[in-house]
């Protein structure tokens, strides 16, 4: 049974900084491109960064870039997502994903995390 376990959400003021953690187990992680996506209430489900299997390639959306970093640990089976300067625009359910694929863009994950709210407040 795969299964991606997220954490590190929570409450931070405008400006400050979160790291989210994703921790898989079921499948053989370093096969996996993992990617965050993040839906705020009343949007849909958004990109916000993926990397390769081998950490070598990262892909960002426009609104993250330069903020957000994305990094993985295949000897621990656990992807990253460092957030710096945190906007209130932010503030979403942050979603980890996995996808046997060879690049770094993910747009039909084979699995998703439970998620994690992130809530930034101005």
């Known amino acids: 049974q795969v299964r991606l376990v997220e954490s590190g959400g929570g409450l931070v003021q405008a400006g400050g900084s979160l790291r989210l953690s994703c921790a898989a187990s079921g499948l053989t992680f370093s096969r996996y491109a993992m990617g965050w996506f993040r839906q705020a209430p009343g949007k849909e489900r958004e990109f916000v960064a993926a990397i390769t299997w081998s950490g070598g390639n990262t892909n960002y959306a426009d609104s993250v870039k330069g903020r957000f970093t994305i990094s993985r640990d295949n000897a621990k089976n656990t992807v990253y997502l460092q957030m710096n300067f945190l906007k209130p625009d932010d503030t979403a359910v942050y979603y980890c994903?996995?996808?046997?694929?060879?690049?770094?863009?993910?747009?039909?994950?084979?699995?998703w995390g439970q998620g994690t709210q992130v809530t930034v407040s101005a």
């Open positions: 994903a996995a996808a046997r694929l060879v690049g770094v863009v993910i747009t039909a994950p084979d699995y």
